[in-house]
């Protein structure tokens, strides 16, 4: 996700020339609050404007008819932020059994922020073997943070997660921390699989990597964008590193059914894929509200603002959104419940140039002088990454089962379809090895290969 700035245009134009540190203005905008007994406090006020954007205040009372026609649907359907985090409290699971609350716990700011600093210090190891020195900074970090990693699994191995998201905060929600405790954990892992491949100690390596399938898999299941994208990046990720496996002259069939029983688990709870492009549409509905009340240059990152600065187009910028905001909204909320029928009604074969289209809109929507500026910088490059992302990472999960079914001799009535083509995998033998055809059009070599076992 876009790293957002934190300027305060409307409060304080000046902020677009002169931008105060965050700290400090916040200082100042207390100090002057606080002496205004009569006044409420900035809690209050950033409450109060947090309902009223997660509300959609302003956009119940935009006059245009599309715009209208969409609100009636998404009150409609429970989409709104409100009902949707609302939908949140609903059948809450106990604290001891939820994956999420323990994580909460665990992964403190400070932890969180003391861990992603040390691990950025460490360059990731390229190739085998290690150094002396890789291994004893590894070694190192892994000893500070055993009793975290202790603790990390064991919350992992709870029954159930729901994952609390504050969708009711558009792009001002912070962090998941549970998702930011992931991705931490993921790159320690990592580290500590270079290490037990360096000593070519397999148990360890699957122990480890059953640990980041077990954390992907809960990612999977909420129905939230950045999480769904995190647990694709996971999957290919480890997919990289069971190559690496594979490779290997130790591999074994316990091994092998052990992962094939992973992932032919993952397969059958495998999560639809529109919930997530709902939350979104939940942000970006919380976003142009944010922009009606005045905070557009809050939404932008540092580079996009700076870009603009130094093109001296930001009054250009502001100009052309505050006059075409309606169309702009509209042209993203059209494109999400279009994108809901195609993911509902086709197969991803047969709608997989849907962005295309919605290029080729834009394209004609800037002859127009109408381009939806908002839509192109704060959602179009997630939503089309994602909606690539979200079947291949399922398509890369049948890929390997469908290789894994071939060495362990696993009879399947029928064959497996791959989604991204809507043709059958293709696996053949050559030697010691069964080999997979390459089965992801936007990677072609991305080659998978799985040693033939004995039974």
Known sequence: MKKRSAYFDKLFPSLLKNPLPRGLFMLSLFLFVSGCSDKPSLEEQEAQKQQNYASLSWLKHRPHTGLQEELKQLLSDGHTP?????????????????????IRKLFTPETTQRLSE??????????????????????????????????????LERPQCKIKIELDKGFLE????????????????????QIHLHYNDLPQILVTLRYRFRSSSLLRQAPHLECRLAAAYAR???????????????????????????????????????????????????????????????????????????????????????????????????????????????????????????????????????????FDLLFLDELETAYHNLT?????????????????????????????????????????????????PANPTELYRVPHVEK
């Open 236 to 374: 290919e990720d480890a997919s990289v590193v069971l190559q690496q496996l594979m490779n290997r002259p130790d591999m074994n069939r316990p091994a092998l059914e052990a992962i094939h029983r992973q992932f032919t688990k993952e397969l059958k709870n495998w999560p639809d894929e529109y919930p997530p492009f709902v939350s979104e549409r939940a942000k970006g509905l919380h976003a142009y509200e944010m922009i009606r009340d005045g905070h557009l240059m809050s939404l932008l990152s540092d580079d996009e603002l700076e870009n603009l600065r130094k093109a001296r187009k930001i009054l250009s910028f502001s100009s052309h959104v505050k006059n075409s905001l309606d169309d702009d909204e509209y042209f993203f909320l059209k494109t999400i419940r279009n994108l809901q029928r195609e993911i509902t009604e086709k197969p991803y074969h047969l709608r997989a140039d849907f962005f295309d289209l919605i290029h080729n809109e834009l394209e004609q929507a800037d002859k127009k002088g109408s381009y939806p500026l908002v």
């Open 82 to 102: 409100l009902q949707l985090q609302a939908k949140q409290f609903k059948n809450p699971i106990p604290f001891k059994e939820n994956v999420d609350s323990e």
């Open 174 to 193: 912070e962090s998941i921390p549970f998702l930011d405790a992931v991705k931490l954990g993921n790159r320690l892992d990592g580290l500590l699989i």
């Open 118 to 155: 040390q691990l950025d210090s460490i360059e990731f190891p390229d190739s085998l073997p290690l150094t002396t020195h890789q291994i004893q900074t590894i070694r190192q970090l892994q000893q500070e943070y055993e009793p975290l990693k202790k603790r990390y699994r064991e919350a």
């Open 392 to 440: 291949q990472e399922k398509s890369r999960t049948m890929a390997w089962v469908a290789l894994l079914e071939r060495s362990l001799q696993i009879p399947r009535e029928a064959p497996m379809i791959n989604p991204l083509t809507g043709r059958p995998f293709e696996v053949y033998r050559s030697g010691k090895y069964y080999y997979l055809e390459p089965f992801n």
